[in-house]
């Protein structure tokens, strides 16, 4: 053998020696290092019985997402209903060898080990395990201990799961971006489609993603998307899952991802209110547990309502004068800087709604250019000017003025300003209490009350119709007198359709005239005849809390403090004939599974308490049908062109409060305007009567495929030219006049119907 040859074979004999000896001693350091810290591993609990954290999600009756609650997007779904192609493209880029390995690819930590050697800590070997591992229980900053620790933990897991519970939790856990956590909530988020529809190309896509996140999000970047996508498609090409035809034919195909995700914008005041009601129940639970909320109310009823009220809030905001901007900025001379202080300055005024805060950047005659908050620049002139056509030569419009602008629905951008009013709208179905609609605010502001069913306010004149009911049982009538005193307003005639005008003098009105009339001297000295102790008794089987002890005066005035779900549900009462109805938001409460945890069934009439007779909730309905026709709420009936709805308005003295509230047998609402913050009155806008566009606006929807319901005539009245009376208090037998010292009528016991408790 020549020398040389002899020389190469004993450097190769040295090589594999030293070879021997040093993986011998790796295998013996590991071993040690293996049985010195195997006992401290952490406790696999949490992955043998993994039970992801689900966030809450708040639907509409119809299925329309409305909010979703909670740290982590996810939908977790069993391996089996994970689709192959996505298992293939996962393993082919992430971990070609899973079901030959233990945990550890030893091939790919050779390999790794290697490349580390030019570029320490470049490459490194994970397997899904090992990934699995450090999900769960390790940090994630790349450390020869932690990637240790991340091995024997891949062991230790392999050695108590099985492969396909690794793959399953693994494709389950995983972080992709967006809050997006498993692959079944990503598919969702960046295609729009169910995991179990994506194609090969969208596969590979996703299959990208673990690698990083952040940098690889095709909805922030496209082109490494896309990179990376190919990279998939190529690994699966060389481990033969996928034809080169195949390969190819993916990589050119046009990826659609989905527009950042927007729930629609009625959505999240009521998705908000639901949240609130489970939170109560489940507490911090209730953003992990996967539950599903399903409401009463459907979207499409829920967008008409929120229309309703912003589009008459906005109205009313158009007839009012500028009254200038929001605040003011410096702005940096340096044009590379403006964007920073614009954003920064608008954090204080967030958007409200489509009224978006902005910053003037130049304000010429006739002419403003103002920056958003995400740095778009617009310019606003002619028409957009309209509500302060002077606004950019003889107003404080500067640069650096915060003002308020929204896009119309034709492109042109047009200065506005945050109302001074704030408005809200409830509907309910009075057969069973289920809601119907419920926007609580114009725009309400994080942490601010919602209106609906927090924070009441004045009644005004809006109870005068549960107080005319007491007044029936202690026998007054439809055709009751009732002598005004200087200065109330009298009926000008007494034709249908008529109008109370002003007067000095001293003239008669009968009690259905009064309440069209919404007059408060009637109603004060209803509640003089029948007594304030009985009054009050008499609103609690409405639902009302009036003060206590009861005040008089207060309760004439409207002084007490009532909210539009209290006054709906009230109106509720007499839509279907004398019954107390539990309002109704969320219908059922699931489970991740699909188990039903609560379920709220709808509750005839019949099922819950009545609190008033039957004839007199049709007698007040049939006042209530009058009113309407009498005076500006007569509109309602005319406009909706239904002889089955009647309504009413109600305000305070000082217009601060603006009620309208109304009903046919299958809907009931109630609409409020009123000043937010209140105001002293000398400052008070005059609000006219803004409630009640909103009103007809959401009627006209709700009862657009509705039929017309004849109410049933209960037993106890008889009809009289025209009206409706008790059959024992007729115009002959009833109280004929409420004078100033009215006679006591019958008692009015607290007791004398059922009181619905």
């Known amino acids: 053998m020549p020398a040389g040859m002899r020389g190469v074979l004993r450097v ?12 011998a001693s790796a295998t013996m350091l590991a071993g040690i290092c293996y049985a010195v810290a195997y006992p401290h591993l952490p406790d696999l609990g949490e992955l043998t019985d993994y039970r992801p954290r689900l966030p809450m999600r708040v639907y509409a009756a119809d299925g329309v997402l409305l909010g979703e609650y909670g740290e982590e997007r996810r939908h977790f779904l069993s391996l089996d209903e994970i689709p192959q192609v ?34 320490p800590l470049s490459q490194g070997a994970s397997t899904i395990t090992m990934q699995l591992a450090r999900n769960f229980y390790l940090p994630t900053e790349k450390t ?89 498609l190529e690994r699966m090409y060389r481990n033969g899952i996928i034809t080169r035809e195949q390969r190819d034919a ?74 200038g901007p929001e605040g003011e900025v410096r702005l940096p001379d340096d044009p590379e800087a403006v964007d920073e202080r614009v954003a920064e300055a608008l954090r204080a005024h967030p958007d409200r709604g489509e009224l978006l805060a902005a910053v003037v950047l130049e304000a010429q005659p006739g002419r403003l250019q103002v920056m958003l908050r995400d740095g778009t620049t617009v310019t606003l002139g002619g028409p957009g000017l309209a509500l302060a056509p002077h606004a950019a030569t003889s107003t404080p419009l500067r640069r650096g003025a915060i003002v308020r602008v929204w896009q119309s629905q034709a492109g042109a951008w047009q200065l506005t300003q945050l109302p001074r009013v704030e408005a809200a709208l409830v509907a309910l179905d009075p057969r069973d209490g289920a809601v119907r609609a419920w926007v609580g605010g114009f725009a309400p502001r994080p942490g601010a009350e919602e209106r609906v069913a927090q924070g009441g306010r004045e009644a005004g004149t809006s109870l005068a119709p549960f107080i005319y009911a007491a007044a029936l049982e202690q026998g007054h009538t439809a055709s009751t007198v009732v002598e005004w005193r200087p200065g109330a307003p009298e009926v000008a005639g007494q034709g249908e359709g008529t109008v109370p005008e002003a007067r000095n003098d001293v003239a008669p009105l009968v009690l259905r005239q009064a309440l069209a009339a919404a007059q408060p001297e009637t109603t004060r000295r209803l509640v003089e005849a029948l007594g304030p102790d009985q009054v009050q008794a008499w609103l609690r089987r ?73 004839r007199n909730a049709f007698v007040i309905t049939r006042l209530l049908h009058e009113a309407s026709r009498m005076n500006f709420g007569g509109r309602a009936g005319r406009w909706l062109h239904r002889p089955d709805v009647q309504g009413h308005a109600g305000s305070t003295r000082d217009g601060g409060d603006a009620w309208f509230a109304g009903f046919q ?14 105001r002293p009155h000398g400052e008070r806008d005059a609000h006219g009567k803004p409630s009640l566009p909103i009103w007809l606006d959401y009627m006209r929807f ?28 007729t115009p002959d037998s009833g109280i004929r006049s409420l004078d100033p010292a009215p006679p006591a009528g019958p008692s009015l016991p607290a007791d004398s119907l059922p009181s619905g408790e």
């Open 86 to 119: 996505m298992q293939d493209a996962l393993l082919s880029v992430e971990d070609a060898r899973f079901h030959q390995h233990g945990g550890i690819d030893f091939l790919r930590v050779l390999g790794a080990s290697l490349h580390n050697l030019v570029a």
């Open 144 to 232: 020869f201990t932690r990637k240790l620790y991340e091995a024997m933990l891949a062991l230790k897991i392999e050695s108590q799961l099985g492969k396909r519970q690794i793959l399953e939790t693994y494709m389950n856990q995983i972080y992709l971006g967006q809050r997006a956590y498993g692959f079944a909530a990503a598919s969702e988020i960046y295609f729009g489609k169910p995991l179990q529809d994506v194609t090969l190309a969208e596969a590979a896509l996703l299959a990208g993603l673990p690698q990083s996140p952040s940098r690889l999000d095709p909805l922030v970047n496209p082109q490494r998307a896309k990179a990376r996508q190919l990279v998939v």
């Open 12 to 23: 190769v004999s040295v090589g594999l020696a030293a070879g021997a000896a040093l993986l």
């Open 542 to 614: 409405f639902g009302f809390d009036p003060a206590s002890p009861p005040d008089g005066a207060s309760m004439t005035a409207g002084t007490e403090a009532i909210t539009p779900l209290q006054l709906a549900s009230a109106h509720a009462v007499l839509a279907n004939g004398g019954y107390r109805v539990r309002p109704v938001l969320v219908r059922r409460l699931t489970d991740a599974d699909g188990r039903v945890l609560k379920e709220t069934l709808p509750r005839l009439p019949g099922d819950s308490a009545r609190v008033i007779d039957a």
């Open 250 to 323: 993916a990589g050119a195909e046009p990826l659609h991802y989905r527009a950042r995700e927007q729930l629609p914008p009625y959505a999240r005041p009521l998705a908000e209110t639901a949240r609130r009601i489970v939170v109560r129940q489940y507490g911090s639970e209730a953003y992990t547990r996967g539950l599903n909320v399903h409401l009463t109310v459907t979207s499409s009823e829920q967008e008409a309502a929120y229309r309703a009220v912003r589009e008459a809030v906005l109205a009313h905001e158009r007839g009012r004068p500028y009254r």
């Open 665 to 678: 047998p299958g809907v009931v609402a109630v609409a409020w305007v009123g000043d937010e913050p209140p």
């Open 702 to 729: 709700a009862l657009r495929d509705t039929p017309v319901m004849r109410p049933a005539v209960p037993d106890g009245v008889v009809n009289i030219d025209g009206q409706w009376y008790y059959r024992e208090y």
